[in-house]
């Protein structure tokens, strides 16, 4: 198989789709055919080499860029779980880890093997597909495949397939480092927006790591929050707790509109008012189908505001004096520890008042509340 016009043709048309991702479906089945193949797409390997599980788990397998003959396999092979167990992934990431870069199937299994293995019976012959052969790659670090399928008739993968492949590996490569930077771009631009708006705001990446941060950021790091290792950590341990799960739910559900919309995280510190946390999938945001990017965390710093008087939390939800007293001391970010301590009552008191708090203020959560407390401010000092 020689890199004809064609072939250039359709890998240049994948580098358009970088600019348009609407077009990758398209340009991948093009560019698939004219490597003599039914279907191909981008595979993001699991950076954990002893997971039974080949897939990222921070990368939203099905979201990956793949052609249109693909898409029905690939839900057979994500609903019924043909990934685990699987002997191309357990023989082939190795060798794809170990400096190969391409592997075909005859470098996988003998034709006597094939004739036995249930994967390449009940799957891939079940839907027509005999021949496979996969590129590997290497993008910041992080192990990648673009495996290819052909259908019956069009035969197995050979050797000069195999040096035509690897002669277009750096295009594959090149196409999701371009993706992954203007998603870098892309994110830096929504960050300098929040700073305009007086917003401090981290970028995360797949697995929660910080990118890149926003001057109001850098501002706040030291009082309440601070990185370590790459990673946006709370001074205080209950807050840290609350912060690992809001991200961990942010970069985990991908899409915007599978979070708790109200879901917000209020980082207490010594002698200021809270720190309100919130994170929000970048999907949607930012054109990032390779998926470097996770989620974006904004901060919100209350300590310049006026704080919301015990009145008005009284006349507004109708608490109770007590309730009153707790709800402010809430809205300082104080945890029920410290509020006991304060009013000299049991926890357990306590957490009856912030059950009774959360039921008639509409929240659920702490940072919820600080969040609504510093909305309906008003000019006086809290009593």
Not at 204 to 217: R, T
Not at 323 to 352: F, M, N, Q, W
């Amino acid at each position: 198989m020689m890199l004809d016009n064609r072939i250039e043709r359709d890998i240049d048309a994948c580098y358009e789709a970088v600019f348009d991702p609407t077009r990758w479906t398209d340009t991948l089945h093009g560019l698939a055919r004219s490597l003599n193949a039914a279907c191909m797409m981008f595979y993001p390997g699991n950076p954990d080499a002893s997971s039974n599980d080949p897939r990222n788990p921070a990368r939203e397998f099905g979201a990956m860029p793949s052609s249109r003959d693909y898409g029905d396999l690939l839900c057979e092979y994500v609903k019924n779980h043909w990934y685990l167990g699987h002997y191309r992934a357990e023989r082939g990431m190795p060798l794809l880890r170990a400096g190969r870069t391409v592997v075909t199937e005859h470098d996988l299994a003998t034709d006597e093997e094939r004739r036995r293995l249930r994967h390449y019976n009940e799957l891939y012959m079940a839907f027509g597909f005999p021949g496979f052969a996969m590129v590997g790659l290497k993008v910041h670090g992080g192990l990648w495949a673009v495996p290819m399928l052909r259908a019956k008739g069009q035969g197995h993968f050979t050797t000069e397939d195999s040096k035509a492949l690897a002669r277009i590996a750096p295009h594959f490569r090149r196409m999701i480092s371009l993706s992954e930077t203007m998603a870098l771009a892309q994110g830096r631009t929504a960050l300098a927006t929040l700073d305009a708006l007086s917003c401090a705001a981290f970028l995360l990446d797949s697995v929660g790591n910080v990118l890149s941060h926003n001057s109001i950021a850098e501002r706040i790091l030291g009082d309440g929050l601070h990185l370590s290792g790459r990673r946006l950590r709370a001074a205080d341990h209950a807050s840290e707790l609350e912060l690992r799960k809001l991200v961990h739910q942010a970069i985990t559900n991908r899409r915007p509109s599978s979070l708790d919309a109200s879901h917000a995280v209020a980082v207490r510190r010594d002698t200021r008012r809270p720190l309100l946390v919130e994170a929000l999938p970048t999907a949607g945001i930012i054109g990032d189908v390779f998926q470097s990017t996770s989620a974006i965390v904004i901060v919100k710093n209350f300590e310049d505001r006026p704080r919301t008087t015990s009145d008005q939390l009284r006349g507004a939800f109708s608490l109770t004096p007590a309730e009153t007293r707790v709800a402010v001391l809430l809205a300082t970010g104080a945890g029920p520890g410290a509020i006991a301590d304060s009013l000299h009552l049991s926890k357990e008191t306590v957490r009856a008042h912030m059950k009774m708090i959360f039921a008639k203020t509409g929240t659920h959560r702490q940072g919820e509340l600080v969040a609504l407390t510093a909305n309906m401010a008003g000019t006086s000092p809290m009593t």
